[in-house]
Structures are given as C-alpha cells and as structure tokens.
C-alpha cells in the first residue's frame, strides 16, 4: 500500500510539470472571453474586456445582432466572424447564467437524483447531471467542469460509506486512479481544445455526440448482460474477457483481495486512461470505468461500483483545480448539485446492501439509454449552430427540444424508482428474514 501511495504522490507532483511543458498555445484570435463593459447603441460598437488583460478593444456587432443581445458585466465567449471584417462579432455565448428559483429546485432535485445513483451504481451519476445541467442552458464546458468539481466531495462521502460495508477495494482504486490523473490530463487538453477553436456550440455538440454513442455501446451491453442474469436466476459470472486478461502474465502482478483479483497492472492502464480522459471531457469516468473493472477484470459489479468511487473522488480533485485554473467551474452549479446529492448518495450507497447484482446493472443501463435519446434529440440543433446543417424549422426545434426533455424527466425518474422499489423489497425481505430467525432461535 505505501509503494502504491508514493506511486501516487509521484504522478501528481509530475503532471503539473508536464502540463506545463506541453500547455499549446493561446485560444485562436477569432474566440475571446471576458466581459462586455459598455454598448455603443449608434455605433453599433461594444467595449470588451479579455480574461486576465487590463486593456480593451472595441468590438462591432455582426449584421444579424442587437445591441440588445450584449450583457454588460457579465462573463462571456465571443466568436468574432473573420470573414466579415476586423472584430465583427459573430456569436455571444454566456457562460455563467442567471439563477431563478425554478432552476435552483431543479438542481437540488438533479442532485438528489444523482447521487442516488452513484451511490448505487458507483458512476458518478455524472451521465444524467451534466445532460441534466445542460438542459437548464448551461453551456456544455461549464456543465462539465462544474460537475466534475461537486463529484469528488460527494464520491468521498460515497466511497467511505461503500468501505464501510465491505464493498470497496482501497488498493485497485488507487492503481486505476493513477492512470486516470493521466487520463484526466488528456481529455482536458481536448474540451479546451474543442471550446476554443468552435466556442460553446462546438463543446455542446462534442459531450452530446460523445454521450450518445458512449451511453448507446455501454448501456446496451450492459443491459444485454442484466437481461440474462435476471432471466437465468443465475449469480453473476466472469466475462470470458476478464478470464483471458487474468491469464496474461506480465510483471508487475497484482493482487486485489476485496476484489479477489489477480491481474498485470498493464491490463489495468486503458482502462484507467480512458475513464479519466471521458471524466475530463464530459464529466463522465464511470460509465467506462465500473464496466471495465466488471468485464475487463472481472470484479463484481458491487465491488466495481464501489471501488470507482475511490477513483472519482481522486480524479474529481485534480480535474477541478485544472478546470478551477481555467476559470470554467460555476461554483453556485456545483454547491446547489453537491447539497442533493450528498444526500441522494448514502441512500445509494445503502441500497446496494438489500439488491442482487443484475440490480445494479438493470439500473446503470436503462437509465443510460435514456439519456441517450435525450443528448441524441440535442445534436441537429447543435449542428445547425456550426452552420454544418440547415436550420431547423420553428416546429422541429421545439419537438427535438421536448423530446429532450422528457427523456431525461424519463431517465432520472426511472433510476430513482427502480432504486427506491429495489431497496424497500430488500430492507422488506431482510426484515423478514431476521424475523424467521429470531422465530427460530427461541423455538
């Protein structure tokens, strides 16, 4: 355990060193942040300020612009149309928007929501939030940073309660969470990417195109392998790829004893990589990270979803101060959505304890496929925002819009049903049971 914990104080005090050396250059000149100090109405002519810098430039509307559309002292991405003339504005896009009271119940219910589901299914619950986030206007870059940032707190509350009852191996997270720091690097390097050369459309539609085809394999294959266990009535095998990557023998081996694995650390490293890299650049580690451990190394799936939230706590830390740095995290976004899931996460958590294992699957699927056809609804509008597609006509942006909508209304009520009704039957039958015991006993 301690060569593990050097192992893992190293990586950290290394990466920031390599992400300095390898930082990329400056956002391209056609996408500035900053704020708006005053509007030339005559003019048609805005004063700007950019992020960090003390002095302005003066910005000119584009043709299809109001001075109307300009909010004054509010932080914002400029697209500047390079083909129109020097500092025409194409696009403004707010980055941090206003809170009502209608959006602040909905995120403490997208939170509660949440975190019902990652202490129950060990992913975060990140995969309905940042869609969820989303659907309230937030843009795709801050949704992402933002959720990221209320994980790590919520998933340690998880992971603790998961330990308590057994369910967590200490020793594999931290291995997966080694390379999940690495990960984490990666995919951030790539949403800033995304974010600075095609601005809040372009992020928009790369987590929802991401979402979608991840959310679609995963949840499919999942729900494929929930469907036989509930229908057999059998117990939970090992994948017969897991049987086969325990098979490689390539120092160094490792042994996993709550998890009851033995397996080279080099199997463990994609999927680490890749959890990270899908938690830094849609929020989302989970979805890849608790099916890799159960089909690729052949945990159980309570181990597994216990296990992630030891490395979603670890890589929720590191990602926040990368994206803290950026100035991307809504901190309003991510109190209002950590104070119900705190909460949603120990219910979770206790869940587990009253449910078989194709439960945990059962749930983690559903709800993915329906969050898929919610994030799939939102990609034509965010193509026609790039101009990679016509317009949508009036009707068929509002019906994409409600389907949207109510898939995800569908998903976060589905997953919170199926959880309550599974753990009410458990604690029901445990009841029951301790009951027929103590029967017994004194008889």
């Not at 938690?279 to 159960?294: E, K, L, N, R």
């Amino acid at each position: 355990m301690k060569k593990l914990l050097f192992i893992l104080l190293g990586a950290l005090l290394i990466l920031p060193m390599v992400n300095s050396a390898y930082a990329g250059g400056p956002p391209p000149k056609d996408i500035m942040k900053g704020v708006f100090l005053n509007v030339d109405n005559n003019a048609r002519t805005v004063t700007f300020q950019k992020d960090g810098k003390k002095e302005t430039v003066e910005l000119i509307l584009g043709a299809d612009m109001k001075p109307s559309d300009v909010r004054v002292n509010k932080k914002v991405m400029v697209s500047l149309d390079k083909h129109a003339g020097e500092n025409v504005i194409k696009s403004i896009d707010i980055m941090f928007l206003d809170m009502t009271i209608k959006r602040i119940i909905s995120l403490l219910v997208i939170g509660l929501i949440g975190g019902l589901l990652s202490g129950f299914i060990g992913s975060g619950g990140a995969f309905v939030l940042t869609p969820a986030m989303m659907s309230l206007g937030v843009p795709g870059a801050i949704a992402v940073a933002s959720n990221m940032c209320h994980k790590f707190p919520k998933a340690m509350v998880g992971a603790y309660k998961r330990y308590k009852y057994g369910q967590a191996d200490i020793k594999l997270g931290l291995v997966m969470a080694v390379t999940a720091i690495i990960g984490v690097q990666i995919g951030i390097k790539f949403q800033k990417y995304i974010l600075n050369h095609f601005g809040n459309a372009g992020s928009n539609l790369y987590v929802s195109f991401i979402f979608m085809v991840v959310l679609v394999f995963v949840g499919g294959y999942v729900l494929y392998d929930a469907y036989k266990l509930s229908k057999g009535g059998e117990e939970a095998k090992v994948s017969k790829l897991a049987l086969r990557m325990q098979k490689i023998n390539i120092p160094p081996m490792m042994y996993f004893k709550v998890a009851k694995v033995r397996i080279s650390f080099w199997v463990t490293v994609p999927v680490g990589i890749f959890t990270g890299m899908l938690a830094a650049t849609i929020a989302v580690g989970g979805f890849i990270g608790v099916p890799g451990m159960i089909y690729v190394l052949g945990t159980s799936a309570v181990i597994a979803s216990a296990t992630e939230l030891i490395i979603a706590f670890i890589m929720g830390a590191w990602g926040s101060i990368q994206w803290g740095l950026s100035g991307l995290i809504d901190i309003r976004l991510t109190l209002l959505i950590l104070a119900g899931s705190l909460i949603g996460v120990q219910l979770g958590a206790l869940g587990t304890t009253y449910v078989k294992d194709y439960t945990i699957k059962l749930v983690m699927a559903s709800t993915m496929l329906i969050v898929a056809v919610s994030r799939g609804a939102k990609i034509p509008g965010y193509l026609a925002d790039l101009n990679l597609r016509p317009a949508l006509e009036p009707q068929l942006a509002h019906t994409l819009s409600q389907v949207s909508y109510w898939a995800l209304v569908t998903a976060l009520g589905s997953a919170a049903l199926i959880i309550t009704v599974a753990m009410v039957r458990g604690m029901a039958a445990a009841k029951a049971e301790a009951r027929t015991e103590g029967i017994v006993s004194h008889g």
